[in-house]
């Protein structure tokens, strides 16, 4: 079992940049899979980026490729998304989440078993 905490989020212009980081508790962070994830206001949670156990595996959103980085330090038991060129349409809470049980980054969210209780990104124009 996994427990999660993100930081990071906040209040930044359009065009701006946010780092949000998730810090996972217990010893065996490297043994998930971890996805960032974001649901705007009324809308369904969907997937921002995800990383493999080793980092060596990357995937990420249509809406997020060449702006947002996922990145993790397994020695510190942390993930992070670097998030850049920040638009009105990325507002929503940003959640990561933890799989255990699949080799391969997944997209779905019913796949992750663990989550964060999430944070706020507000991108004014």
């Known amino acids: 079992q996994v427990q999660l905490v993100e930081s990071g989020g906040g209040l930044v212009q359009a065009g701006g940049s946010l780092r949000l980081s998730c810090a996972a508790s217990?010893?065996?962070?490297?043994?998930?899979?971890m996805g960032w994830f974001r649901q705007p206001p009324g809308k369904e949670r969907e997937i921002v980026a995800g990383?493999?156990?080793?980092?060596?595996?990357?995937y990420y959103a249509a809406s997020a490729k060449g702006r947002f980085t996922i990145s993790r330090d397994n020695a510190q038991n942390t993930v992070y998304l670097q998030m850049n060129s920040l638009k009105p349409e990325d507002t929503a809470v940003y959640y990561c989440?933890?799989?255990?049980?699949?080799?391969?980054?997944?997209?779905?969210?019913?796949?992750?078993?663990?989550w964060g209780q999430g944070t706020q990104v507000t991108v004014s124009s």
């Open positions: 990383i493999s156990r080793s980092g060596g595996s990357t």
């Open positions: 217990g010893r065996t962070f490297y043994s998930y899979n």
């Open positions: 989440a933890a799989d255990a049980g699949s080799y391969a980054v997944r997209i779905n969210s019913r796949e992750y078993a663990y």
